[in-house]
């Protein structure tokens, strides 16, 4: 009975083999990138990391395209054209170009994508102004061929610059699924192009603060950020104003601004989160309170005391951080996440869903309070 | 009778309850009907264990005034005893495919992507047989051995996520609708109190009434608690908006972890750890099925009725599993309606046949 | 018919395997395993000893259990015409010539006639030649003579012994340990004499509880056996059920301990062992002191301990001999190097073939590069290797010492260079399969070493048939099986689960004035509570 019993347990174990590949009989895609086809609907472009033939070789990464139909369509035709089988596995970094994420198709799409293959939602989300060959190509060097540490780099980034939101497939996701704030994504662009755009409001400003001057491997920078309504990109926020925003959701911790004074002189300050903000809705009005700590550096004397200079830049601030709410409001665009507060007066999910948040919030109008601290006074010569 | 049961302590039995009431409390809700109304999933998991307690302290009480050791010595005193037998068996059964359907879907959905359902299941049925044949003892003796491992992963999972954590996503709590939340946590029952049910099946094997008592309270205290917390710490990760749509939220919940890793991902290493307690969870549950069904229908041998659970529970699953609009079908009406199966028999149990009392006067 | 299937499914059969109740003496233990200190009180060793020879001789033999114990010498003389008098040592312990030259003969000798209070001062200041004697009345002196090989001479009517220095231990070299090598543990090794092994383990264990019962063995060979424990402290269930064991053999075959072991256990077909067999007398006597019998077979130079735990098996004799700290971090260390010996082979198989996604980006780049050339499937290579790994092992063990160091020389850097320029196999693997045999030799006990590495293949069978999914699956149901094991009775996972009152940590050594007493695990009658 025992030996039959062992000879059935190991038949049924055979019989139930799981489909198995050798690790090296893939190709790993490291970065996803869709747009709009010129004859298709869709463009899809994958940076894939292929080793080479011996362990003397370095490992190559490739950008590879197709226009298709449909994700599963791209995919089986990048693979048919692909000597390894493509693996979504180690895939870290999703860049969406500007026209498909204007146009709203792309969520349809992605939702799609991410049924099928190994494809992760803790990838990096990224908005990119050019074609998306040409961003993936900016980014590969022979510094760091594998393109592995870009997704962390990008990260990294919100939290040491505050210039570019840190936001993830899940998170924009969530935004789009109606959890009471709108995406915020990174936008990236290569440096032979001049980064410019128009948010409504009239005025044009660049998207990165300066430019490039030194020749770098890497041609593709990110800064700034994607503003969304619902699954509609409806705009662009500068480095500056995309750490304006950052302050009010939360999510800023360190950066650096520049702030021309009245006398004519421009003072450098890093600014540091000290508490998380305050954000308080009562019907129609709302009011923020920021807490930020202030470094500031100026290269040379400045005529001002330190509760003058407080006073300045908290003003300076919540002047700023107005003009940007305003444009988001003109857009639809719920980027500062207020709906995240307004859903706290609900205690049913039904009543939740029928209120129109949104037209509410574009006539909304919010207080702001800067509340500055300062480390040291701007005489202090020890600054920097 | 060769029932296996086997002796075991306190801290055996809180073990294996433990573990059940977090596998059951996690791993096998139907999230539309849990998060359909906003996100208190926690607050329903906290009522179905103070509800699941009640009926385990009547129990209890029941045996203590009748001297019992187990739910069967109180079946054969009550009316219609095989008629009251046969729904709670059909409760454990529901209860230990729940979670390991849940995670079939995981699996199939996530990691085996290529295979069908089948073939998992083909795996699962060889170790769900052999730990059902092997008995009570041995499979609270490895619940024991397991728990530290599985409450440090469950414990470094909830920490990895902390960075993702986020207060709004609690809101709106449908604090409107209370009795809504009743309703819920009266469908929550079942993986409340399967496991409380399936310690009282195997009463006889704990040292004494009062160990079994204080077992089944810390386990299912425990166990319970743990997998509120982590519900509310699933509540903190997504919105309840996609909470809804979710086939398997603990998975996603542990692949939100954005930060590289530099060497290695080990969220399908914790994802199969949690499988295998499933595993053993549903062979407990099948055990105390068999133990039941031996001692109601007068099986002397606990490994007939164990290869039949066990085949029955593959099957079903199956079945259930394997076609989508027949699984939104059943398992709903099955998640919804489970409860009934023991909150409708166990008062009936408590409630002593008089021919029974009779004699027991006459012999007094 | 009914009946016919009935008993070819073997269902309904009584379920008799014996078993060590955790409840059969001392209760149920509270949830937390605490509890109240118990010690059983000695009896008989305090007081004086008597005038009468009689009832000292009646004493002696029921300290020493001399019913069952062979040991124990007792050899009555006369000193002079009328004197009765009585020399007891332990055999194996005291030197016969000794005995004979400088006691019984001038005692035979001794012709003055004084009276019984003078005697015992008067024998040795006038009759007993040898270097170092001392008078005594209490009883604990003399029971310590006798255990160190002193011979104590009780003279009738005076209530005094002499104790003289008659020890004298055999005379056969005692060699080191070959396998179980310690730093700061003592370098004495079982013989092939069971005389000796007993007398090496007497040496350390100095009490009169310590008893070592001698019997012979079923069929025609009569082996010799001895089973060693301390009477008072071991559990009499488990003592009676050993012994019923060791009648129920018979067998022509030559017996060893391995042999007895599998005589006598309940598991034919797990892959470890049921019985702990050490080459070490003191390991031996930690055992028996902690209330577990130790089994010494004549002609076998290893004792077999039991019942064991997997605490017992993954414990190195030299553990409690390390500080605390340095003690817990070796522990931690062996417990690491045993889990990696045992799951990393199969865990990177199952990620290589069905998870790659789990590893990172550069452990990718770095796996997929070393592989670039070798034509064997992953999993076939590692399997391979294993399999290599054991045969340069297995011929290392059996080949004579220096010969044996050249061939893991040989097979390790030689063989393993060849195969990756050859292309057969690739470097990472070599490593993992490195990692994996260093990794085995932390584990103590060589039983374990071995069923570890058959376990370590069936792992790597199913985590290439199913990923991780088989590893956990198989992982349970061995991990169950190891659960519903005993070793005469206790639980394998003892005292973990079931847990027990007294637990001593497999990871974290303990302060060693917790192990003042016996295990309690295997309910012993005085035990560590």
Redesign the interface.
């Known amino acids: ?1 025992r030996r039959i019993g062992m000879i059935l ?1 190991c038949l ?13 009989e ?1 190709a ?1 895609v ?1 970065n996803v990138g869709v747009e709009r086809g010129t004859t298709m609907p869709y463009l899809v472009t994958l940076v894939v ?1 292929s ?5 003397e ?1 370095k ?1 190559r990464n490739e950008v590879i395209s197709a226009e298709a139909m449909s994700f599963s369509e791209a995919y089986e035709t990048l693979n048919a054209a692909y000597p390894s089988r493509l ?1 979504f ?2 895939a ?1 970094l999703l860049a969406i170009g500007e026209d498909l994420a204007r146009s709203g198709e792309q969520t349809e799409f992605l939702n799609f994508a991410f049924g ?3 494809l ?3 990838l ?1 989300v990224v908005i990119a102004k050019e074609p998306i060959r040409d961003v993936f190509e900016g980014w590969i060097s022979e510094a760091d061929p ?1 393109l ?2 870009i ?2 780099a990008v ?1 990294d980034l919100e939290k040491s610059s505050g210039i570019t939101p840190d936001t ?1 497939y ?1 998170m924009y ?2 935004a789009v ?4 704030f709108d995406a915020m994504l990174a936008y990236a662009g290569t440096n032979e192009y001049t980064l410019t755009e128009d948010l409504p409001g009239g005025e044009a400003y660049p998207i990165v603060g300066g430019s490039l001057l030194v020749e770098s491997l890497l041609n593709t920078s990110v800064a700034g950020s994607a503003v969304f309504d619902g699954d509609r990109m409806v705009g662009v926020l500068d480095g500056r104003h995309t750490m304006e925003t950052l302050m009010v959701t939360g999510a800023f911790r360190r950066g650096e601004l520049a702030f021309r004074l009245p006398d004519g002189y421009t003072i450098r300050v890093t600014l540091y989160r000290t508490h998380a903000p305050k954000i308080r809705i009562d019907g129609q009005q709302a009011s923020v309170t920021v807490y930020l700590e202030a470094d500031p550096y100026a290269p040379q004397t400045i005529a001002m005391e330190s509760e003058t200079l407080k006073a300045y830049l908290e003003a300076q601030l919540e002047t700023e951080l107005d003009a940007v709410l305003k444009a988001l409001q003109h857009v639809n665009s719920d980027a500062m ?1 207020f709906g ?2 307004a ?2 007066r ?7 869903e029928a209120y129109d948040w949104k037209a509410d919030y574009r006539t909304m109008r919010v207080v702001f309070e800067v509340n500055v601290m300062l480390s040291h006074s701007p005489h202090d010569p020890e600054t920097e | 009778m060769n029932l296996r049961i086997g002796t075991f302590g306190k801290q055996e039995s809180a073990a294996i309850v433990l573990l059940a009431s977090f596998i059951g409390g996690c791993f096998s809700f139907d999230s539309r009907a849990l998060f359909g109304n906003g996100n208190a999933s926690y607050l329903v998991q906290i009522l179905a264990l103070i509800q699941s307690l009640l009926l385990f302290e009547a129990v209890v009480w029941a045996l203590r005034v009748r001297g019992g050791n187990d739910l069967s010595a109180l079946i054969g005193d009550a009316r219609w005893k095989k008629a009251l037998a046969v729904p709670l068996i059909l409760a454990l059964l529901i209860a230990a495919i729940q979670p390991l359907g849940s995670f079939l879907v995981t699996v199939t959905e996530y990691v085996f992507v290529e295979s069908k359902q089948v073939t998992v299941c083909l795996y699962l049925l060889p170790s769900l047989f052999l730990l059902t044949v092997l008995g009570a003892e041995t499979i609270v003796r490895t619940a024991r051995v397991l728990l530290p491992i599985l409450l440090l992963s469950i414990v470094a999972a909830l920490l990895s996520g902390l960075g993702q954590y986020r207060w709004y996503r609690l809101y709106p709590i449908p604090f409107r609708d209370p009795y809504g939340i009743f309703m819920l946590a009266g469908s929550a029952q079942l993986r409340t109190c399967a496991p409380l049910l399936a310690l009282l099946c195997i009463g006889e094997g704990t040292q004494d009434r009062m160990a079994m008592r204080n077992a089944g309270r810390i386990g299912a205290i425990a166990g319970g608690l743990t997998a509120a917390a982590a519900l509310f710490a699933l509540s903190l990760t997504f919105p309840y908006t996609e909470l809804k749509m979710m086939p398997s939220p603990f998975y996603r919940m542990l692949v939100e972890v954005r930060a590289e890793n530099p060497t290695l991902r080990l969220d399908r290493a914790v994802l199969f750890l949690w499988l295998g307690a499933a595993v053993l969870i549903a062979a407990f549950y099948l055990y105390a099925a068999c133990v039941l069904f031996a001692k109601t229908f007068g099986v002397r041998d606990s490994r007939p009725p164990a290869l039949l659970l066990s085949g029955i529970a593959v099957t079903l699953m199956l079945v259930l599993y394997y076609d989508s609009e027949l699984t939104v079908a059943v398992l709903q009406g099955l998640y919804q309606n489970s409860w009934a199966l023991i909150s409708v028999p166990i008062p009936l149990i408590l409630i002593r046949r008089k021919r029974r009392t009779r004699t027991c006067a006459a012999s007094e | 018919m009914k009946k016919a299937i009935r008993r070819l499914l073997q269902f309904d059969a009584p379920y008799t395997r014996f078993e060590l109740r955790e409840t059969e003496s001392l209760g149920t233990p509270s949830f937390f395993a605490r509890s109240r200190a118990r010690r059983a009180k000695r009896t008989g060793e305090k007081g004086t000893l008597s005038s009468r020879l009689d009832e000292n001789r009646d004493w002696l033999c029921e300290c020493f259990h001399a019913k069952i114990n062979t040991d124990l010498i007792l050899r009555p003389f006369c000193i002079g015409a009328d004197r009765r008098a009585l020399a007891v040592n332990l055999n194996g312990m005291a030197d016969d010539t000794k005995v004979a030259d400088f006691i019984l003969r001038p005692a035979f000798r001794m012709r003055e006639t004084v009276g019984a209070k003078e005697l015992p001062a008067y024998f040795r200041d006038h009759a007993l030649s040898m270097q170092e004697t001392e008078l005594s009345r209490s009883r604990e002196d003399v029971l310590r003579a006798i255990t160190e090989g002193r011979t104590a001479i009780l003279l009738d009517g005076t209530g005094e012994a002499i104790l003289c220095d008659t020890r004298g231990f055999v005379s056969r070299p005692v060699g080191a340990p070959q396998n179980e090598t310690t730093i700061l543990g003592p370098k004495e090794a079982f013989t092939e004499n069971i005389r000796t092994n007993v007398t090496l383990m007497r040496r350390i264990l100095k009490r009169p509880d310590f008893v070592c019962e001698f019997r012979d063995s079923g069929g025609s060979n009569r082996t010799q056996l001895a089973l060693a424990y301390l009477e008072g402290t071991v559990n009499p269930t488990l003592l009676n059920e050993v012994k019923r064991r060791l009648d129920t053999i018979s067998t022509d075959m030559r017996l060893t301990v391995g042999r007895i072991e599998q005589l006598i256990e309940d598991f034919t077909y797990l892959p470890l062992p049921q019985m702990l067999k050490t080459e070490r007398p003191d390991r031996a006597a930690s055992a028996v002191l902690d209330g577990r019998i130790a089994l010494l077979v004549e002609g076998c130079p290893l004792a077999g301990v039991l019942p064991i735990t997997i605490g017992t098996l993954m414990e190195s004799g030299e553990d409690r001999d390390m500080r605390q700290p340095v003690g817990t971090v070796v522990r931690i260390v062996r417990m690491l190097g045993a889990l990696v010996s045992t799951y990393l082979p199969a865990y990177f198989l199952a990620l290589a073939l069905h998870h790659p996604g789990q590893l990172s980006s550069e452990i990718l780049e770095t796996v997929i590069a070393s592989r670039a050339m070798v034509f064997l499937p992953l999993w076939m290579e590692m399997i391979f290797l294993l399999l290599v790994f054991q045969l340069v092992r297995e011929a290392g063990l059996r080949v004579p010492g220096s010969i044996g160091h050249a061939i893991g020389i040989i097979g390790g850097l030689l063989l393993g260079q060849a195969a990756v320029s050859a292309n057969i196999v690739s470097t990472v693997v070599l490593i993992i399969v490195a990692l994996t045999g260093l990794g085995n030799f932390t584990i103590p006990d060589y039983s374990a070493q071995v069923a570890a590495a058959y376990y370590r293949v069936l792992l790597c069978i199913f985590a290439t048939l199913g990923g991780l999914l088989g590893i956990t699956l198989i992982g349970l149901c061995a991990t169950a099986i190891m659960c519903s094991v005993k070793s005469f009775g206790v639980p394998f996972f003892t005292p973990y689960a079931p847990v027990t009152k007294h637990r001593e940590h497999l990871l974290f050594s303990g302060k060693l004035q917790q192990r003042a007493h016996a295990d309690d695990w295997s309910n012993t009658e005085r035990r560590r509570v």
């Open positions: 009975m347990f049924t174990l055979l019989c139930s083999c799981m489909q198995s590949k050798n690790i090296d893939y790993y490291l990391s080793p080479g033939g011996s362990e070789t490992v693996s596995a180690r870290s099928k293959p190994d992760w939602p803790n990096r594998s592995r540490r997704k962390t990260g993830g899940s996701l969530e699924s109606g959890a009471g996440g995240r507060y859903v706290k609900f205690y049913s999910a039904a009543d939740w």
